[in-house]
């Protein structure tokens, strides 16, 4: 019998062997290593929770608020060697892998728990959600290193950059802490962004990362495998070389300035109607002041004022809205506006974060507002992408009880349709909070105004990091920010209350960034960028083939193997 259908056969009388028949390596834990001479995958497979915690780590490390974004090209070394291990034999390595996981995820995520009591519960649930993709690249990795023979420097990028594309698409979508997020700080790494998106760099990254495990683990002999890694870093950086300048206007020749207010209010949540009025008070003369004071027109002339998001006390009424009270808020609107510029000869036009109601319908939108010099909303954007546990409960419209047990209410109604607001000469395409984490909504709005005539020439992304207190999680909503800029080849404005407000060009060079929850006026002179990506055109279709391939081999896989199986000769 051969040794390939005897190690598929558990016969009596047999014991655990490696590849090679005459090697005998003993189990700990119920893992068997793949290759004699393969030291970390003797350890992983010997030491799977050891080796799990220690991926979350380094990755953990590679990301705000420690920030060693060298690091990230070498953080996915343990789950790879665990990959490499030859087969478990019991189900309790693959508990402890998804363990390491969820410890991750947890620490990555903590920040949602901040705000209110309630949320604690949206924080366990979205962990658990997390948790299951470093197993499933362990699992996918496998399928396709054990089963179909793929060399690891294929199959290791090729499971994770797949995984990250499939998080950032289910549940509404979570592009947090991808791989190629962290490498937001160092602009000539970011310019491959623009051919295949955040993904194609994480792919490249992850091809390195192989390349050097192999390399060192096969005691500095596979020199075909180091020679695939290098050639992956020679790409990332003579691309960002002939490239990072490329799409910009020459400097002076096309810029817009613009003003940003930063606030700095922490969310609150109060069920008590006098202390709800307290917040709203605090929060009207806290913007009124900042501009008012902090703000000279007789000096200074901004083509457009930007506020973030829902930071403009009076709700907009939407046009269709015909009951009587509804003229009580336009009334409002328009005098807040006049105190807002009053001794104001030629107040400029403003972008404003705000709330729009529909009485006539009951909706209720997050939305960015242009408002003219003459207090008129002019033109309107609604937020499309609602954060879950934070704009909308799942179920919340099946079971209305939800509406009175979560501090959001019933929640927000989504927009349809992405728009572009012209501003003199010039369109700015609007984003509310988290909808510039996720790279094809963005890529999507761009390119569905260009259909129509409405391209963008800057993108602004207002938003309330209110909620997070100063946390790591206002660096990588501006990682996110910086690569959604360079995927685009658009120039980024973010305005945010307690920052990180930030002006980045088409390159992903922050020219400018707020203090961390802290008052700020922005001045920004917007470099302009001319020309569109690759990735607009090409979009993710090399990634969903990656993921057809993937899809295909799990459908094919040896029953068993890769999960839970032993190898065994006679004896």
Request: glycine share 6%.
């Given at each position: 019998m051969s040794p390939r259908r005897l190690a598929r056969s558990p016969v009596p009388g047999t014991r655990c062997a490696l590849f090679e028949l005459d090697t005998i390596v003993s189990m700990d834990q119920g893992n068997i290593p793949t290759r004699p001479g393969n030291w970390l995958s003797i350890t992983a497979g010997r030491f799977p929770l050891a080796t799990s915690l220690a991926g979350a780590v380094l990755l953990l490390c590679s990301f705000p608020p420690v920030?060693?974004?060298?690091?990230?090209?070498?953080?996915?070394?343990?789950?790879?060697?665990?990959?490499?291990?030859?087969?478990?034999?019991?189900?309790?390595?693959?508990?402890?892998?998804?363990?390491?996981?969820?410890?991750?995820?947890?620490?990555?995520?903590?920040?949602?728990?901040?705000?209110?009591?309630?949320?604690?519960?949206?924080?366990?649930?979205?962990?658990?959600y997390?948790?299951?993709?470093?197993?499933?690249?362990?699992?996918?990795?496998?399928?396709?290193?054990?089963?179909?023979?793929?060399?690891?420097?294929?199959?290791?990028?090729?499971?994770?950059?797949?995984?990250?594309?499939?998080?950032a698409h289910l549940m509404s979508?979570?592009?947090?802490?991808?791989?190629?997020?962290?490498?937001?700080?160092?602009?000539?790494?970011?310019?491959?962004?623009?051919?295949?998106?955040?993904?194609?760099?994480?792919?490249?990254?992850?091809?390195?990362?192989?390349?050097?495990m192999i390399f060192v683990t096969r005691r500095f002999r596979a020199w075909r495998t180091l020679l695939t890694g290098a050639a992956a870093v020679l790409v990332?950086?003579?691309?960002?070389?002939?490239?990072?300048?490329?799409?910009?206007?020459?400097?002076?020749?096309?810029e817009i300035n613009l003003l940003v207010v930063q606030g700095s209010i922490d969310t609150r949540f109060s069920e008590d109607e006098e202390e709800q009025a307290e917040i709203a008070r605090e929060m009207f003369e806290h913007y009124l002041d900042l501009?008012?004071?902090?703000?000279?027109?007789?000096?200074?002339?901004?083509?457009?004022?930007?506020?973030?998001?829902?930071?403009?006390?009076?709700?907009?009424?939407?046009?269709?809205?015909?009951?009587?009270?509804?003229?009580?808020?336009?009334?409002?609107?328009l005098?807040?506006?006049?105190?807002l510029y009053e001794g104001v000869d030629q107040p400029p036009p403003m972008i404003a974060g705000g709330s729009s109601v529909d009485s006539a319908s009951g909706d209720f939108f997050n939305s960015a507002l242009l408002i003219n010099r003459d207090g008129d909303v002019i033109d309107r954007y609604?937020?499309?992408?609602?954060?879950i546990f934070g704009e909308y409960v799942p179920l919340q419209e099946w079971f209305p009880a939800l509406d009175r047990l979560t501090p959001i209410g019933k929640g927000l109604t989504p927009g349809r349709s992405a728009t572009s607001f012209l501003v003199g000469e010039y369109r700015f395409s609007p984003s509310i909070c988290f909808e510039s984490v996720v790279s094809h909504l963005i890529r999507d709005s761009v390119n569905e105004l260009a259909s129509i005539g409405r391209e963008p020439d800057v993108l602004v992304n207002i938003t309330d990091d209110g909620w997070f207190y100063g946390t790591a999680v206002?660096?990588?909503?501006?990682?996110?920010?910086?690569?959604?800029?360079?995927?685009?080849?658009?120039?980024?404005?973010?305005?945010?209350?307690?920052?990180?407000?930030?002006?980045?060009d088409a390159s992903g060079r922050i020219h400018a960034v707020g203090p961390r929850r802290d008052t700020a006026l922005l001045w920004m002179a917007v470099p302009l960028a001319r020309g569109a990506s690759p990735y607009r055109t090409i979009a993710e279709w090399p990634i969903i083939v990656m993921t057809a391939f993937c899809v295909f081999a799990i459908l094919t896989r040896r029953r068993g193997r890769g999960w839970i199986g032993i190898h065994v000769v006679s004896t």
């Open positions: 920030g060693f974004a060298w690091l990230a090209w070498l953080a996915l070394i343990p789950w790879l060697a665990l990959i490499e291990v030859d087969q478990f034999r019991t189900a309790r390595p693959w508990a402890r892998i998804w363990f390491g996981g969820l410890v991750f995820w947890a620490a990555e995520v903590y920040y949602i728990s901040i705000p209110h009591w309630l949320l604690w519960f949206a924080w366990i649930a979205l962990s658990f997390l948790s299951v993709y470093p197993l499933v690249f362990v699992w996918i990795g496998r399928i396709l290193v054990h089963d179909h023979r793929v060399p690891l420097v294929i199959a290791g990028p090729l499971a994770f950059t797949v995984l990250e594309w499939v998080r979508g979570f592009g947090f802490s991808m791989l190629a997020n962290s490498q937001y700080q160092h602009p000539l790494v970011l310019q491959i962004c623009d051919l295949a998106g955040a993904y194609g760099l994480t792919w490249l990254m992850a091809t390195a990362t192989v390349a050097a990332v950086a003579c691309y960002g070389i002939f490239t990072k300048d490329t799409y910009m206007v020459s400097p002076g020749a096309a501009q008012r004071n902090g703000w000279d027109p007789e000096q200074e002339h901004p083509d457009l004022i930007i506020w973030p998001e829902g930071k403009y006390p009076i709700r907009d009424v939407l046009p269709q809205s015909d009951k009587s009270r509804d003229d009580k808020y336009r009334s409002q609107f005098a807040f506006h006049r105190m609604f937020k499309i992408h609602r954060v206002l660096d990588h909503h501006l990682a996110c920010n910086v690569v959604r800029a360079v995927e685009n080849r658009k120039p980024m404005v973010v305005a945010a209350n307690t920052g990180l407000s930030a002006l980045i």
